[in-house]
């Protein structure tokens, strides 16, 4: 799905099982899924427990370190871009 010219993820919550179920899928990887969910939950719900419960079920400790890599993903993108300060004659 997209929205204006993002693309958006239809159902975030399968999409973070798939990737907890396929061992080729890091903590990294899921972060960044989990970082595209928290930035598109306003457009798309997102089933918060069942994709913690995905994420405990692969790494039974990690769900702190994905959701810290997921925030800091997140607001690393949510910062302005700010521009070059302009030339003075």
């Not at 997921?70 to 300060?85: D, L, N, T």
């Amino acid at each position: 799905m997209s929205i204006g010219d993002r693309m958006v993820l239809s159902d975030p919550a399968s999409v973070i099982e798939q990737e907890c179920a396929d061992k080729a899928f890091t903590q990294k990887d899921v972060a960044l899924t989990y970082a595209l969910a928290i930035r598109d939950e306003d457009v798309v719900p997102v089933d918060w427990p069942r994709v913690n419960a995905a994420i405990r079920n692969r790494w039974p400790r990690g769900l702190d370190r994905v959701k810290k890599m997921a925030w800091a993903r997140f607001k690393a993108r949510a910062e302005p871009v700010q521009s070059a300060p302009k030339e003075t004659k």
